[in-house]
Nanobody, 127 residues
Framework: QVQLVESGGGLVQAGGSLRLSCAAS????????MAWFRQAPGKEREFVAG????????KYADSVKGRFTISRDNARDTVYLEMNSLKPEDTGVYYCAADYARWSDSVHSTINEYEYWGQGTQVTVSS
């Protein structure tokens, strides 16, 4: 069982930066590939970025490549999302998630491949 708690969201102007954190409970956090998803009002939840269990492989949505960076600290049971050059279209609720496939070297980008989810943190980017 893994419980996930996101933090770091807020209101920021376009061009600004935020750093999201996702703290995990559970002794086996370091075995789970992790990802960030987001959901804008009236839209479906979408993949943003993912990282495998040891941090050696990452994947990003085209819309955030070059602006967002996902990382993890297994000693702290935490995954991060550094977001730079934010745009109004980045607005939404950001969720972290843990993959079903422990120890996988692949980053999955579909919702049904993730077993555990946090409650989300709101990110609002004003123009």
């Amino acid at each position: 069982q893994v419980q996930l708690v996101e933090s770091g969201g807020g209101l920021v102007q376009a061009g600004g930066s935020l750093r999201l954190s996702c703290a995990a409970s559970g002794r086996t956090f370091n075995s789970y590939p992790m990802a960030w998803f987001r959901q804008a009002p009236g839209k479906e939840r979408e993949f943003v970025a993912g990282i495998i269990w040891n941090g050696d492989n990452t994947k990003y949505a085209d819309s955030v490549k070059g602006r967002f960076t996902i990382s993890r600290d297994n000693a702290r049971d935490t995954v991060y999302l550094e977001m730079n050059s934010l745009k109004p279209e980045d607005t939404g609720v950001y969720y972290c998630a843990a993959d079903y496939a422990r120890w996988s070297d692949s980053v999955h980008s579909t919702i049904n491949e993730y077993e555990y989810w946090g409650q989300g943190t709101q990110v609002t980017v004003s123009s």
